[in-house]
């Protein structure tokens, strides 16, 4: 067990619809990353936040945000959904300088 | 830039064989370097990193990794695979980026199928 909370593990959805996936990182990091992973296009850095601060982005598109609360839980929100959207979203956090605790990943489908 | 390589996309072993799985990187400073392992529909599980010190670092399940500085690599070793050992590994880089940011730069990943 990593410490890192993601909800739902599973989500099916139709297109044009809107889904938030939440994450609650291991106590007391303040590093959030969310990360998603499809056949196609592998393993592919979102975005990351520091202690509710955007501190980095990655292949987010402009339709997906992402927050993070005062308690450091985080929240994905996607929108517009889209077929090629289905994939396994990991949250992962980390405490400084070193390895990030992945959680065990919400799937999403689209169809 | 960072960038990690790993150049085998599959890797197909028989049970109880040896295992090497590569990564190069490309960091201009000391890096933390990191294996992980996916198991299908599992999240990524760390299996060893190395921060300094002894280059040749132990992690869980057996595995081993040996970090050579004069040829940026940092390869994942097991002496005698097992079925359960089928899975993705990833090797990770832990950069310092140009605003003193921290971020793990990824390879694409090496899939081992284990032959009965």
């Known amino acids: 067990d990593s410490g890192v909370t993601q909800t739902p593990k599973h989500l099916i959805t139709a297109t044009g619809q809107r889904v938030t996936l939440r994450c609650s990182p291991r106590s007391g990091d303040l590093s959030v990353y969310w990360y998603q992973q499809s056949l196609d296009q592998g393993l592919q850095f979102l975005i990351q936040y520091y202690n509710g601060e955007e501190r980095a982005k990655g292949n987010i598109l402009e339709r997906f945000s992402a927050q993070q609360f005062p308690d450091l839980h985080s929240e994905l929100n996607l929108s517009s959904l889209e077929l090629g959207d289905s994939a396994l979203y990991f949250c992962?956090?980390?405490?400084?300088?070193?390895?990030?605790?992945f959680g065990e990943g919400s799937r999403l489908t689209v169809l | 830039a960072q960038s990690v390589t790993q150049p085998d996309i599959h890797i197909t072993v028989s049970e109880g064989a040896s295992l090497e799985l590569r990564c190069n990187y490309s960091?201009?400073?000391?890096?933390?370097l990191f294996w992980y392992v996916q198991s299908p529909g599992q999240g990524l599980q760390l299996l060893l990193k190395?921060?300094?010190?002894d280059t040749l670092v132990q992690g869980i399940k057996g595995f081993e990794a040996e970090f050579k500085r004069s040829q940026s690599s940092f390869n994942l070793r097991k002496p005698s695979v097992h079925w359960s050992d089928a899975a993705e590994y990833f090797c990770a880089v832990g950069a310092e980026t140009m605003d003193s940011n921290y971020q793990l730069i990824w390879g694409a990943g090496t899939k081992l199928i284990i032959k009965p």
């Open positions: 960091y201009g400073a000391t890096p933390y």
């Open positions: 190395y921060f300094s010190g």
């Open positions: 992962a956090s980390s405490g400084g300088l070193g390895e990030l605790f």
